[in-house]
């Protein structure tokens, strides 16, 4: 369930009820000290089990000492479901992945909009490390966009991400901005503080330190059903000048026949309208599977190729279980799962994708945007194509690493059932470099998430 199906529920009447009868249900939930703490130690126990490398961005004691620091800090008889979740983060988040999370409580959040929750009602874009506003769903008219948040009910900004940042998995800061920007200000400031009966703001304008209080906003009508998710779902081709071709393929996720329908006939129109130039719009992606990436590239590809160069996994005694459970198991690639010993990491072999024939293939430049919100397999399809020398990517440093610890797979906490993601496979990108930085664009642009001004591709059309 994401963010964009929120929407949808508050659209349709029969969703709601469904969503309703879930989440009241969810709601109702309460756990026991004792069960919390058994679930506790589980996740540490399990993580350490299935985690392909737990301590890739942290170290065993510091992962240890936030434990115990978590578990100190357990001290009430009973949690509700959603209590449960961020104290789970809290560990989880400390492994410094952003593929290993306990997901966002959206039953939980949905429950709380439906029985007329409020938010706060700034969105920011951080820039230079600034809070910047970037959407004022307020009443308040004095606030505009670009003011930089000082402070919200006498806490500075900084401290305020502080107590944010361990409900956000991510290997480093700009990791955790881009999703913060993403997933909003309002919903994290609720996940970290819980429902406020006003704002106390202060913001910097023309250099002066300005104060006001600002009303709480619904959930529902003052926020949701105003605003545009960050990510960008949809499919989309045009023409622009300059005999150029712009496609966005949309997310690499659902139908995978649709989607190469999508692809297939968009480089029929592309390759009857003598395109010289093609633009592939990797920017506010959602990532999704290598076999989406795959086929788009395969109408750029001159030869056979991979996705990564080299792709591992770990198996585990969880991951066969779930795997007897949930998978194919005639598949060879649950297969290996199955057939390598618990906790053993090995190489996993893809077979090398084909290209599409000559005939229908683009052969003119090809230019790929990405942007700090170009999640997971759009960062990799992007440094693929990169890699293989079939594209230049254009626009600024992805929060994602094009190489991952991803592959994820899930499972439930014993007594209270919450779901964890975890990271059960490496993935090298194609040229086998390891920055330890995002994606680099080759042209550089900076993507600023203030307006709906495109500097991107603006400043691209101009350069081509």
């Not at 712009?246 to 390759?271: A, M, N, T, V």
């Not at 700090?372 to 626009?395: F, L, M, P």
């Not at 592959?407 to 993601?421: A, D, F, M, R």
């Not at 490496?426 to 930085?437: A, H, L, S």
Request: glycine residues 6%; aromatic residues 12%; charged residues 25%.
């Amino acid at each position: 369930m994401s963010f964009y199906f929120i929407r949808k529920v508050c659209y349709r009447k029969n969703l709601v009820l469904v969503v309703l009868t879930i989440s009241q249900s969810v709601l109702a939930q309460q756990f026991s000290k004792a069960q919390i703490l058994s679930d506790l130690a589980y996740l540490k126990k399990s993580l350490k089990e299935t985690h392909f490398n737990l301590y890739a961005y942290t170290t065993n004691e510091a992962f240890n000492r936030n434990y115990h620091k978590v578990r100190q800090n357990i001290k009430k008889d009973s949690f509700t479901s959603l209590d449960a979740k961020k104290i789970f983060q809290q560990v989880v988040s400390a492994v410094n992945n952003g593929h290993t999370r306990v997901p966002f409580p959206i039953p939980e959040y949905i429950t709380y909009a439906q029985n007329g929750g409020t938010l706060f009602p700034l969105e920011v874009a951080i820039e230079d490390g600034n809070a910047l506003v970037r959407k004022n769903w307020s009443s308040n008219t004095n606030i505009t966009t670009g003011s930089e948040l000082l402070s919200i009910n006498g806490k500075h900004i900084k401290k305020v991400f502080e107590k944010v940042y361990p409900q956000i998995s991510a290997e480093r800061l700009y990791f955790k901005h881009a999703q913060l920007e993403n997933l909003s200000l309002p919903r994290f400031y609720w996940l970290a503080y819980g429902e406020q009966q006003s704002y106390e703001v202060e913001i910097l304008v023309d250099g002066q330190r300005l104060k006001y209080t600002l009303k709480p906003i619904n959930t529902i009508e003052d926020f949701e059903m105003k605003r545009d998710d960050i990510l960008k779902h949809d499919r989309h081709l045009s023409f622009l000048k300059k005999a150029t071709a712009y496609i966005r393929p949309g997310d690499f996720g659902g139908d995978l026949e649709l989607f190469k329908h999508f692809i297939d006939s968009s480089f029929i129109e592309i390759k009857n309208k003598n395109s010289e130039n093609l633009i592939v719009d990797l920017r506010n992606h959602s990532g999704g599977d290598d076999a989406f990436g795959d086929y788009l590239v395969s109408y750029i590809a001159d030869k056979p190729f991979k996705w990564a160069s080299r792709f591992q996994l770990k198996t585990s005694k969880a991951l066969k279980d779930h795997t007897r459970k949930h998978q194919d198991t005639i598949q060879a690639y649950w297969q290996s799962v199955l057939s390598h010993k618990d906790g053993e990491i090995y190489d996993y072999e893809f077979d090398n994708y084909r290209p599409q024939p000559s005939s229908k293939r683009f052969k003119g430049k090809v230019y790929v945007l990405v942007n700090r919100q170009s999640y997971s397999q759009s960062t990799v399809t992007a440094s693929q194509i990169k890699d293989y020398g079939w594209g230049t990517v254009v626009g600024e440093e992805t929060a994602e690493f094009p190489n991952l610890y991803a592959s994820i797979y899930s499972y439930n906490l014993p007594k209270t059932g919450i779901k964890v993601e975890v990271s059960k496979g490496k993935i090298e990108r194609v040229n086998g470099i390891d920055t330890g930085k995002g994606l680099m664009p080759e042209i550089e642009i900076k993507d600023h998430l203030l307006d709906d001004k495109d500097e991107i591709l603006e400043k691209l059309l101009n350069r081509i």
